[in-house]
């Protein structure tokens, strides 16, 4: 790479974000989104729309606030956190009126999450929370202006969504069966036994979205009769369903338009290269062609007025942050608020390209190439960036990692291999039971594809990657030892038994699926093992470095203590860090800059891109594992 190309500081890209969240109150008086506060520590921010009172509401001490949402009374604001990455959220509520911070949940060792506001209801909302079991979510109703919070209904086991109705009345469930596959339950009203609407095999997905306002329509998100998710409407008196909106390839979801005062959906997101919108309600083609007009990036619309008047809007961005607009429906017309991360407006950022390539079975795989800024983009360090899940995939979006890669030298290839979600069920399933075999053969099919091409030099190639991703990185150094010549994991398994075993118990909605998906960590062990990186870590002939967070309830800290042990048994190479406050990835800013100046050195000595010098990162947990 050009050494005259200009570094962009790892605080610029990992540190917290100047504005995020952008909300706005059902009423269009007031505007919410988090910042830092004077600590660096993220907080929620209230503003006045139409003057300048920025003022913060919250005084969270340590770890920061990365989530806030309205409640129909226009008085709270709320927001869920946990306690050094343990994941036990609490749901909290702000009153903007006094300032006071209530934790609507004040329980020791529980797990909670908000199911549903309405505006029909304002001055309630529904939370799920595991206090009765460890193992199930129960729905409690609770009251925002006084704090008190009762059970509503039980959870008749083992639930994974809650849906309610208008009157915030829990009428629907998904329950999950022991085949992997999940029921649709139905109630006329709670005094009525649950019935079942339909089951979905393992090998189809299904959940709810939303009833009609008058209750007798449930809209659901399903792909059974068909490849990809579709969103179905279903008349809950004759059982019949109708398409709402679909795609033959592409899942539909990630993005949605509703009215809130007729609870109509009004449009709905796909995502393929880019995102793109399908209309449902020609009453919206105007505003969304008018949004298109308003700035290039990808449209995010994350909240409106109930009046659907104003909406806020983020437009992502490849090689740019994120950019805020607040959005007039009458005049069609944006305001340009801010940016999450102004300090990169201008600086050498790069493009992602959508890329595709066959796997060796055929199959097509896509991704994205993020290439550095050199000519020619040729014989280059590479890194194969590995996302998580692994039922998630890679998007077209600003990715701080991606663009700190890049701008060390880096080709970056990101692959949404076999088991991604998005591109329909068939290609889903194609995932089951092929953890470090065909989903890790896809991966591998991407380095040759790079190869091929001449792009990246197949003697400086690195795979990284967190959660999956980790274990992506381990299994390449083990099962593929010859291909990469350093890996850094963040947060991955290393033992697919263990990390079954050991599953947080609220998890008990998703251990039938995992089993079908990864395999019976009861009948199967010696398949498990073989797809475990541990127990081929007499193989691994390359540096490897691993960061790991102490209070991981997913991942535990023993996945990554038992094949760094392991590799030094054999007198192999591993650095290892360990961050006693964090949990499944590094929340805190202190600690992803210390975490990734390392892993900036690490990768600069084993394949020779640029590195920014190691600073410190005062606050930061990271310890010598």
Known sequence: MDPTTELIPRDILFGNPLRASLRISPDGRYLTYIAPDEQNVQQIWLRTIGQEDDRII??????????????????????????????????????????????????????????????????????????????????????????????????????????ADATLTIHAAIISTTDGGSDLLYRETPGHPWRVLRHWTAEEEGHTLAFSLDGRTLYLVANHNANALRVLALDLETGEERTVADDQQYDVGGGWIFDRRTESLLAVSVYKARREWLILDEGITEDLMALAQLDRGDIDVTSTTLDMNTWTVAYDHDNGPITFYLYDSNTKTGTYLFSHRPQLEGLPLAEMQPVNYSARDGLTIHGYLTLPAVEPAENLPAVLLVHGGPWGRDIWDFDSMVQWLANRGYAVLQVNFRGSAGYGKEFLNAGNREWGQAMHDDLIDGVNWLVAREIADPARIGIMGASYGGYATLAGLTFTPDIFACGVDIVGPSNLITLLQNTPPYWLSMQAMLEKRMGNVETEQEFLKSRSPLFFADRITKPLLIGQGANDPRVKQQESDQIVDAMRRHGLPVEYIIFTDEGHGFARPENRLHFYAIAEQFLAKYLGGQCEPMTEAPGHSGVIG
């Open 58 to 163: 919250t005084d969270d001490k340590k770890r920061g606030i990365r989530f806030n949402m309205w409640a129909f009374d226009n008085r709270h604001v709320l927001y869920v956190q946990d306690k050094d990455g343990d994941e036990d959220f609490h749901t909290y509520a702000v009153d903007i009126q006094t300032g006071e911070v209530r934790d609507l949940t004040p329980y020791p060792r529980v797990h909670t999450m908000p199911i549903a506001r309405d505006p029909r209801v304002p001055g309630e909302m529904l939370i799920q929370m595991n206090l009765r079991d460890p193992r199930l979510h129960d729905v409690y109703r609770a009251d925002l202006q006084t704090g008190a919070i009762t059970l509503d209904t039980e959870n008749p086991g083992p639930v994974r969504q809650w849906v």
